[in-house]
């Protein structure tokens, strides 16, 4: 009764806030192809997750029938929130089924006790960022954390009764479907299923026959994947799993490496198994908990369940149910060495890299999770120490405590209510491109967003979108025929002169060449150097993608580009305004949404340093509205990056500018439109004196260039101080003779 009350309790908690701060929108990483995929039953990327695939496609399409009011993204997030809410009320039951299990050394249990340290633990596992974040949104996560809780609640229900073949069906069952869904836990079913197999009182042959049956059943989830890419054949899905040998190398992830989380810098982990670890221990304790003394409850709890003290025991029935706590205890305890020897072994991902970190971090709250039930247990264990009239009392005081000090520490950072940033990236990418344009993206967070605005909710389908990442796979050969009207020169994209390009691969040039008439927009670099398409073509800035164009000796007009690129840029402004950027105080660098920003201030730039650079190589009679425009711009930039403050190439450009602004024989300095909202800018000088203005602008800029050592570098750095050290002298000069 109790432990069901503790599972009930923590689940419709969890569930009530994790509703209130989801997003309606879509969120970054995986999360917009995953949902794109599931819209349209197609094959996400490697290992395909056909579990999550059939769910995102159940839920989309009831709500595409009854609650049309609700965006795609917006129900898969509840769903997800779901998953999350019930994986942590699983922790409370778990919890309780081990600390009830585990008696007292007077023999005096405290069910209150008992009940306040499961449901403290499951809320705790609830209100911590990491898992806070992803049981809220729309990855494969929540129900990842849904299969772990899962399969160690059934391991305690296995160790309390070891004969019941009911209980090892249901536990292998959820161990192959949890495969289906994320391979990770893969590092829980390996200990789980070899202690089952070690002690299981069923005889071994019927053990083993109903555990592979079981297990079997489970994973066959992913016949699902060949029978789908059949039926429901689209431009965007990946891989070639009609084939024995295109399931297995998706399945096995061969496009990334197998037993790999990137296929970027050779393969090469950059840290080894105890580094990583010794990050997951310091993001844990000061992270993940409320405060870093509850660490010690962690302690308690695996020192509880490794004692061999001996203790109190009633009857043959209290003696079976306190080994049974012991013993899933200890199994959790094996499974978090294995899972960080296993997989801080194998990770390969940077963490030097705040996103790579951040990715890496993802895989944390499997080992999360059975952590927080060691601390449930180690406050158990601690309340046995104290009297039985104050622990009934006291206790439960504190244990309600520290969730909601958990809750008030991370509330801010996990409220994603307000969160549109995804939604208004790719929206402000789709809407700037021209009717049956073809977009090639050659980054995640852009691919993942633009798809699922098309996939799912229909925004600009007109626009044809390939992963170039996707194109370099030998496999997209198969793909080719889905996206009409494209000539694609060969089998995939690679680089020239190789073996792949002789074997029927084609370059990025190639594939331009064979596709004249569309007009073609990246975003993202190329997967490989070209230097013939260096040659033949350049990449015009163009919102916050690029135009791709025939290189041209002739210049174009100045005011002709920058006119149209603003009327681009009051469409990115709509959906990305510059007040609503992601803060970098609730989004660092470890989170996508701080990318977004980063995009859009490195187009900014872009644009303002190309309308300064055409502006300077045409015709001067109509240039000072491009370079006023493209110094107002850039101090734009500033004010949304500090960073950039302290850039020598910005600091130039700047410079270069306000020095063609002075030079300038115009009578009247042009309005530059703020189309920036309220930000602080230098769209306008304040003062009559606008050439006066300009120098002091001037001056500024090159000073402060000249004064940063790394400006050394730059290869107009002497042309630069050459002018600056003239023109002060000058300047100098006539202040004395005055």
Same mark, same amino acid.
């Given at each position: 009764?109790?432990?069901?009350?503790?599972?009930?309790?923590?689940?419709?908690?969890?569930?009530?806030?994790?509703?209130?701060?989801?997003?309606?929108?879509?969120?970054?990483?995986?999360?917009?192809?995953?949902?794109?995929?599931?819209?349209?039953?197609?094959?996400?990327?490697?290992?395909?997750?056909?579990?999550?695939?059939?769910?995102?496609?159940?839920?989309?399409?009831?709500?595409?029938?009854?609650?049309?009011?609700?965006?795609?993204?917006?129900?898969?997030?509840?769903?997800?929130?779901?998953?999350?809410?019930?994986?942590?009320?699983?922790?409370?039951?778990?919890?309780?089924?081990?600390?009830?299990?585990?008696?007292?050394?007077?023999?005096?249990?405290?069910?209150?006790?008992?009940?306040?340290?499961?449901?403290?633990?499951?809320?705790?596992?609830?209100?911590?960022?990491?898992?806070?974040?992803?049981?809220?949104?729309?990855?494969?996560?929540?129900?990842?954390?849904?299969?772990?809780?899962?399969?160690?609640?059934?391991?305690?229900?296995?160790?309390?009764?070891?004969?019941?073949?009911?209980?090892?069906?249901?536990?292998?069952?959820?161990?192959?479907?949890?495969?289906?869904?994320?391979?990770?836990?893969?590092?829980?079913?390996?200990?789980?299923?070899?202690?089952?197999?070690?002690?299981?009182?069923?005889?071994?042959?019927?053990?083993?026959?109903?555990?592979?049956?079981?297990?079997?059943?489970?994973?066959?989830?992913?016949?699902?994947?060949?029978?789908?890419?059949?039926?429901?054949?689209?431009?965007?899905?990946?891989?070639?799993?009609?084939?024995?040998?295109?399931?297995?190398?998706?399945?096995?992830?061969?496009?990334?490496?197998?037993?790999?989380?990137?296929?970027?810098?050779?393969?090469?982990?950059?840290?080894?198994?105890?580094?990583?670890?010794?990050?997951?221990?310091?993001?844990?304790?000061?992270?993940?908990?409320?405060?870093?003394?509850?660490?010690?409850?962690?302690?308690?709890?695996?020192?509880?369940?490794?004692?061999?003290?001996?203790?109190?025991?009633?009857?043959?029935?209290?003696?079976?149910?306190?080994?049974?706590?012991?013993?899933?205890?200890?199994?959790?305890?094996?499974?978090?060495?294995?899972?960080?020897?296993?997989?801080?072994?194998?990770?390969?991902?940077?963490?030097?890299?705040?996103?790579?970190?951040?990715?890496?971090?993802? +895989?944390?709250?499997?080992?999360?999770?059975?952590?927080?039930?060691?601390?449930?247990?180690?406050?158990?264990?601690?309340?046995?120490?104290?009297?039985?009239?104050?622990?009934?009392?006291?206790?439960?005081?504190?244990?309600?405590?520290?969730?909601?000090?958990?809750?008030?520490?991370?509330?801010?950072?996990?409220?994603?209510?307000?969160?549109?940033?995804?939604?208004?990236?790719?929206?402000?990418?789709?809407?700037?491109?021209?009717?049956?344009?073809?977009?090639?993206?050659?980054?995640?967070?852009?691919?993942?967003?633009?798809?699922?605005?098309?996939?799912?909710?229909?925004?600009?389908?007109?626009?044809?979108?390939?992963?170039?990442?996707?194109?370099?796979?030998?496999?997209?050969?198969?793909?080719?025929?889905?996206?009409?009207?494209?000539?694609?020169?060969?089998?995939?994209?690679?680089?020239?002169?190789?073996?792949?390009?002789?074997?029927?691969?084609?370059?990025?040039?190639?594939?331009?060449?064979?596709? /004249?008439?569309?007009?073609?927009?990246?975003?993202?670099?190329?997967?490989?150097?070209?230097?013939?398409?260096?040659?033949?073509?350049?990449?015009?800035?163009?919102?916050?993608?690029?135009?791709?164009?025939?290189?041209?000796?002739?210049?174009?007009?100045?005011?002709?580009?920058?006119?149209?690129?603003?009327?681009?840029?009051?469409?990115?402004?709509?959906?990305? /305004?510059?007040?609503?950027?992601?803060?970098?105080?609730?989004?660092?660098?470890?989170?996508?949404?701080?990318?977004?920003?980063?995009?859009?201030?490195?187009?900014?730039?872009?644009?303002?340093?190309?309308?300064?650079?055409?502006?300077?190589?045409?015709?001067?009679?109509?240039?000072? /509205?491009?370079?006023?425009?493209?110094?107002?711009?850039?101090?734009?930039?500033?004010?949304?990056?500090?960073?950039?403050?302290?850039?020598?190439?910005?600091?130039?450009?700047?410079?270069?500018?306000?020095?063609?602004?002075?030079?300038?024989?115009?009578?009247? +300095?042009?309005?530059?439109?703020?189309?920036?909202?309220?930000?602080?800018?230098?769209?306008?000088?304040?003062?009559?004196?606008?050439?006066?203005?300009?120098?002091?602008?001037?001056?500024?800029?090159?000073?402060?260039?000249?004064?940063?050592?790394?400006?050394?570098?730059?290869?107009?750095?002497?042309?630069?101080?050459?002018?600056?050290?003239?023109?002060?002298?000058?300047?100098?000069?006539?202040?004395?003779?005055?």
């Amino acid at each position: 009764m109790n432990c069901s009350f503790a599972f009930f309790t923590t689940t419709a908690i969890a569930l009530a806030v994790y509703l209130q701060t989801r997003s309606d929108s879509i969120a970054g990483g995986d999360a917009g192809e995953l949902v794109a995929e599931g819209c349209k039953l197609g094959i996400a990327h490697p290992p395909g997750y056909p579990l999550y695939t059939v769910i995102v496609y159940i839920v989309t399409t009831f709500g595409k029938h009854f609650l049309q009011n609700y965006s795609p993204a917006s129900l898969v997030n509840a769903t997800s929130c779901l998953f999350g809410s019930i994986a942590s009320g699983l922790v409370a039951a778990t919890v309780h089924e081990i600390v009830t299990n585990l008696r007292r050394e007077d023999g005096k249990d405290l069910p209150i006790v008992q009940l306040s340290s499961s449901i403290t633990a499951g809320l705790m596992c609830s209100f911590s960022p990491l898992l806070w974040q992803y049981n809220t949104s729309a990855e494969v996560f929540a129900l990842h954390n849904l299969f772990v809780a899962s399969i160690v609640y059934a391991l305690t229900k296995y160790n309390q009764k070891k004969h019941s073949p009911r209980v090892i069906v249901i536990g292998a069952y959820l161990c192959g479907l949890s495969l289906t869904n994320q391979h990770t836990a893969i590092l829980l079913v390996v200990p789980v299923v070899a202690w089952v197999l070690f002690s299981s009182t069923i005889e071994k042959k019927k053990l083993i026959t109903l555990s592979f049956v079981s297990f079997a059943t489970g994973i066959s989830c992913y016949c699902l994947l060949p029978f789908l890419d059949s039926m429901y054949p689209h431009a965007g899905s990946w891989g070639n799993v009609k084939t024995v040998s295109g399931f297995f190398h998706h399945f096995l992830r061969k496009d990334y490496g197998t037993m790999q989380l990137w296929s970027g810098g050779g393969g090469k982990a950059t840290e080894d198994m105890i580094t990583r670890t010794f990050s997951w221990v310091t993001d844990f304790t000061l992270h993940q908990l409320c405060h870093p003394t509850l660490l010690l409850f962690l302690v308690l709890g695996c020192t509880s369940v490794c004692s061999t003290k001996k203790r109190i025991k009633r009857n043959a029935m209290s003696r079976k149910m306190d080994h049974s706590g012991i013993a899933t205890g200890r199994v959790i305890i094996a499974s978090l060495t294995f899972y960080f020897i296993v997989f801080h072994s194998l990770s390969n991902l940077p963490l030097s890299n705040p996103l790579l970190y951040g990715v890496h971090q993802r +895989f944390w709250m499997h080992p999360n999770i059975l952590c927080f039930i060691l601390i449930g247990v180690g406050f158990n264990t601690a309340a046995k120490v104290l009297p039985t009239t104050i622990a009934a009392r006291i206790v439960p005081i504190f244990m309600v405590a520290i969730p909601l000090l958990t809750y008030g520490r991370n509330f801010e950072a996990s409220d994603q209510s307000e969160n549109q940033v995804f939604r208004g990236y790719a929206s402000s990418i789709l809407e700037t491109l021209p009717p049956k344009s073809l977009l090639l993206i050659n980054y995640d967070m852009t691919f993942t967003s633009v798809r699922y605005m098309q996939e799912c909710e229909g925004f600009r389908d007109d626009v044809q979108t390939i992963n170039l990442s996707m194109m370099t796979y030998p496999w997209f050969q198969e793909k080719q025929q889905l996206h009409q009207g494209l000539n694609f020169p060969g089998s995939h994209y690679t680089r020239g002169n190789t073996v792949a390009w002789l074997n029927g691969g084609f370059t990025f040039a190639e594939f331009i060449d064979a596709n /004249p008439d569309y007009n073609i927009y990246i975003a993202g670099r190329l997967s490989h150097d070209d230097p013939a398409f260096v040659e033949r073509y350049e990449e015009k800035p163009h919102g916050l993608v690029r135009h791709i164009t025939r290189r041209s000796d002739t210049i174009e007009p100045t005011e002709v580009y920058r006119n149209s690129s603003l009327h681009l840029w009051k469409s990115v402004t709509k959906h990305l /305004p510059p007040q609503k950027l992601p803060s970098e105080t609730k989004y660092p660098e470890s989170t996508w949404e701080w990318t977004v920003k980063k995009e859009f201030v490195d187009h900014l730039v872009s644009r303002s340093t190309y309308v300064l650079d055409i502006a300077l190589r045409g015709p001067q009679t109509q240039a000072l /509205p491009s370079i006023a425009e493209a110094a107002a711009w850039l101090e734009v930039a500033i004010s949304l990056d500090e960073k950039l403050d302290s850039s020598p190439s910005m600091k130039k450009n700047l410079g270069l500018a306000y020095m063609n602004i002075v030079r300038s024989d115009q009578s009247h +300095f042009p309005i530059v439109e703020n189309i920036f909202g309220s930000i602080s800018n230098q769209t306008r000088p304040n003062v009559k004196d606008w050439k006066a203005w300009a120098t002091r602008q001037w001056q500024r800029s090159w000073g402060e260039f000249l004064d940063m050592s790394s400006a050394r570098e730059e290869a107009d750095y002497m042309s630069v101080k050459q002018i600056f050290e003239t023109v002060m002298k000058s300047s100098q000069s006539r202040s004395n003779r005055k």
